[in-house]
């Protein structure tokens, strides 16, 4: 899935200076949320018809389980309810941005109204930038999806927060208006620089690594592992593309 968002930073890749004029995005529909069904395919169904019902069930997935006031989305879900009620509460970062980038995606294949998609966005993108608990621009790995408070002592992670700001972008541009406005915020806020491994500014910046760490810990600092495969391109060119705090293209080569 991440390949499937890697586009999103070509999407994004020129970001002006925009004034905000006045917004009338209905985000109402949080309070009754749209719940997107999909029936179970016949034995006999074609190839083609069996791959847009998985298509609708994977976007069935994001919007349904992403909760409509935080717009925090879960990192898994049960398959089946005849057992019992989905009591699981925890939501990523990661899968968070894949919701977002998936919201076009709804509305192009006439799953959810554009109007639904748009106030579904923005909701999120305003929970971000007003609520959600962060370092630099950077989230927690797993939070709680209804409170968006840190679970499991887990990481503030930098490819996860990777993955949620790609999707920003993809809703940002696609919506445009306001949902882009949120989405520049958030893009312009992430400070890269600080996640190469927080050398304190009265060090030389020679001393600083050229590839970002994995991610940081409020008890123990910043993680030992490097972001350096080929798994990882997007965020380098996410940090590279950044209208602040942007890394090198040394970062790249390294």
């Known amino acids: 899935m991440k390949t499937g968002l890697f586009a999103a930073v070509v999407v994004g890749a020129a970001f002006g200076n925009v004034v905000a004029p006045a917004f009338a995005v209905d ?17 006999n169904v074609s190839p083609a018809a069996l791959r847009d019902t998985l298509a609708k069930g994977a ?30 509460e925890i939501a990523s970062v990661a899968s968070t941005g894949y919701a977002l980038a998936a919201l076009p995606i709804g509305v192009e294949r006439g799953w959810i109204p554009k109007k639904d998609a748009e106030a579904r966005a923005i909701t999120t993108l305003r929970w971000f930038r007003d609520k959600q608990p962060h370092e630099h621009g950077f989230y ?40 882009k406005i949120l989405a520049d915020e ?60 942007a890394l090198g293209g040394e970062s790249w080569k390294a």
Do not use: C
């Not at 985000?27 to 034995?43: E, F, L, R």
């Not at 919007?63 to 879900?77: F, I, M, Q, S, V």
């Not at 797993?142 to 992670?157: H, I, P, Y």
């Not at 490819?159 to 445009?176: E, H, K, R």
């Open 27 to 43: 985000t109402s529909a949080k309070t009754k949320p749209v719940v997107i069904s999909v029936a179970k395919p016949d034995a």
């Open 59 to 88: 976007f069935a997935f994001f919007w349904n389980e992403t909760d409509p006031t935080t717009g925090l989305t879960k990192d898994r879900a049960v398959n089946r309810l005849d057992k019992g009620k989905d009591t699981y």
């Open 140 to 179: 927690y790995h797993f939070v709680n999806w209804k409170t968006g408070a840190r679970e499991w002592k887990s990481e503030l992670s930098s490819i996860d927060s990777g993955l949620f700001l790609l999707g920003a972008v993809t809703a940002g541009q696609y919506f445009g208006g306001e949902a």
């Open 186 to 245: 958030l893009y312009a806020r992430t400070d890269w620089q600080w996640m190469r491994d927080g050398v304190a500014k009265s060090q030389p910046q020679s001393l600083k690594p050229l590839t970002l760490s994995m991610g940081w810990n409020p008890d123990t600092g910043f993680l030992e592992g490097r972001w350096q495969g080929y798994e990882d391109p997007y965020l380098y060119m996410l940090a590279m593309g950044a209208p602040k705090f």
